[in-house]
């Protein structure tokens, strides 16, 4: 029950905070072109819940504030840094309950840096195959190219590299 009272008094907050933002008004090709995101990924990102349906005016046209815009590019940079979808959902919902503890924020950060990790290990090995790869090339026939031998014969690689 306590929970319902919380989440009444969050939307309610939420609520006058966007009819205060919305003295800052932008359709929706302004909030693009301020944050360089396309027209479609707004729309995108409000479909799939990251962003509220804007209020609209009363031409119909999508009215956007000042949150709005703050929340886009809360969104973009998390994109620019790799964190999918889901992580930047959490990370938002955080972001909205300001009270909570940030631990989940600092164990979504840190798994996903893990992963980044992981995948810079593979991009190495990538590297160091690929330039093995490219020293071993002979010129010539495409019937006496080592390039093409090792393609066609994983076997012949060194490392244990798989696509990144």
Known sequence: MRRDVKACTVQASKAMNRKADMQT????GDLARSTGTTV????YYERIGLLA???????NYRAYGTLDLKRLN????????????AEIRSLLDLADHPDRDCGEADSIASGHL???????????????????????????????????EVLGDHSLCEADHKSA
């Open 25 to 28: 008004s932008l359709r929706i």
């Open 40 to 43: 479609e990924t707004i729309r």
């Open 53 to 59: 349906k804007p209020d609209r005016t009363e031409g």
């Open 74 to 85: 809360f969104i973009r940079h998390a994109r620019g840094l790799g964190f999918e979808v």
């Open 114 to 148: 893990q992963a980044v990790e992981a995948k810079i290990e593979q991009l190495q090995l990538l590297q160091t195959e690929l330039t093995r790869l490219v020293g071993a090339c002979r010129g010539g026939r495409a019937a006496d190219c080592r390039v093409l």
